[in-house]
């Protein structure tokens, strides 16, 4: 199984910024949309942010004003910029990366915001 490779997470303090990136491997080609899910303890897990093959972009509201996503198409990667960080951001990120048929998941990252 194909995963995408993330990296960035880690333990900030509220108020504190983060930079998360995720990479899919040059084997995975004609991807359409990518982004990020979060999953915290005992919750489901909920959209973060999508940003097309265009760079049309969706947040959820949880997040707008704080949160920005981009991407390289050149290199297959991803980035949620968090900024403001709240401890209620505390969570488990994911990335996935979607073709017309197929999508593809990173194995998570943790973002820990102490208060």
């Known amino acids: 199984q194909v995963q995408l490779v993330e990296s960035g997470g880690g333990l900030v303090q509220a108020g504190g910024s983060l930079r998360l990136s995720c990479a899919a491997p040059?084997?995975?080609?004609?991807?359409?949309?990518m982004g990020w899910y979060r999953q915290a303890p005992g919750k489901q897990r909920e959209l973060v942010a999508t940003?097309?093959?265009?760079?049309?972009?969706n947040y959820a509201d949880s997040v707008k004003g704080r949160f920005t996503i981009s991407r390289d198409n050149a290199k297959n990667t991803v980035y949620l910029q968090m900024s403001s960080l709240k401890p209620e951001d505390t969570a488990v990120y994911y990335c996935?990366?979607?073709?017309?048929?197929?999508?593809?998941w990173g194995q998570g990252t943790q973002v820990t915001v102490s208060p």
């Open positions: 996935y990366a979607e073709q017309t048929f197929s999508d593809y």
């Open positions: 040059v084997s995975i080609f004609n991807i359409n949309g």
């Open positions: 940003i097309t093959k265009g760079g049309s972009t």
